[in-house]
């Protein structure tokens, strides 16, 4: 009996060390790899920047497009602003406008 419980003790001293290290390993390994890990954290934080880059791009678009909506407010409709777009736009000009403009 004695040698039994000395083997045992001996199991068990090897083994709890083993199943530390193998526990420490797994959640390790997941730590940099898994779904959040310090890999998909770097690359998160590149697709935030893109993403970001990518918002001020359209928020300039939109505040250029919100200006040009501005000038088409029929309360400040600019006549010769009318004109000149519906030429650069139509490619056409009024005969009677073309005299006088030459």
Known sequence: MPHRNAV????????FPVAGVIVTAYFGWHAYHGAHGLIARESLKREELRLTVQ????????????????????????????????????????PRLREVRE
């Open 55 to 94: 918002l001020k791009g359209l928020k300039a678009h939109r505040q250029s497009i919100e200006s040009h909506i501005a000038l088409l407010d029929p309360k400040q409709l600019d006549p010769d602003f009318l004109e000149e777009r519906a030429v650069d736009l139509l490619h056409f000009v009024d």
């Open 8 to 15: 045992k003790k001996r199991r068990l001293r090897i083994i």
